[in-house]
């Protein structure tokens, strides 16, 4: 009996080490999705700001002017905006790449040291 007792008081201890194990990695990835979704926010955050400050740029304030009141040039790029097509307009065909001619008599390739 006394083995028995041993090997169920061992596994006991077996089992309450990795709770406790198993808690940190809880732990440590509850932070870890908090601090992704920290970054996610501040990114939207640092657009919107750039965004904005593009927009008071385009109604006539001046740099000078923005910072004269405190504000600061934002760090983050605003996003592009897409220019899309009004319905019934066709969208500007993209310019056709330049490729250059090649002379007369050439095959285009590179001839091979012998």
Same mark, same amino acid.
């Given at each position: +009996?006394?083995? *028995? =007792?041993?090997?169920?008081?061992?596994?006991?201890?077996?089992?309450? =080490? +990795?709770?406790?194990?198993?808690? !940190? @990695?809880? %732990? /440590?990835?509850?932070?870890?999705?908090?601090?992704?979704? %920290?970054?996610?926010?501040?990114?939207?955050?640092?657009?919107?700001?750039?965004?904005?400050? *593009?927009? =008071?740029?385009?109604? &006539?304030? *001046?740099?000078?002017?923005?910072? !004269?009141? &405190?504000?600061?040039?934002?760090?983050?790029?605003?996003?592009?905006?897409?220019?899309? #097509?009004?319905?019934?307009?066709?969208?500007?065909? %993209?310019?056709? #790449? /330049?490729?250059?001619?090649?002379? @007369? &008599?050439? !095959? &285009? *390739? @590179?001839?091979?040291?012998?």
């Amino acid at each position: +009996m006394a083995n *028995s =007792l041993d090997l169920e008081a061992t596994l006991r201890q077996a089992r309450e =080490l +990795m709770e406790r194990r198993i808690a !940190s @990695v809880e %732990a /440590h990835k509850r932070n870890v999705d908090a601090e992704s979704a %920290a970054r996610a926010e501040l990114t939207e955050r640092e657009q919107n700001t750039a965004r904005t400050w *593009s927009d =008071l740029l385009r109604a &006539g304030w *001046s740099v000078e002017e923005l910072r !004269s009141m &405190g504000f600061r040039e934002p760090t983050a790029k605003a996003p592009k905006r897409i220019n899309r #097509a009004r319905k019934g307009e066709d969208p500007a065909p %993209a310019p056709e #790449a /330049h490729v250059p001619a090649q002379p @007369v &008599g050439t !095959s &285009g *390739s @590179v001839p091979t040291p012998q």
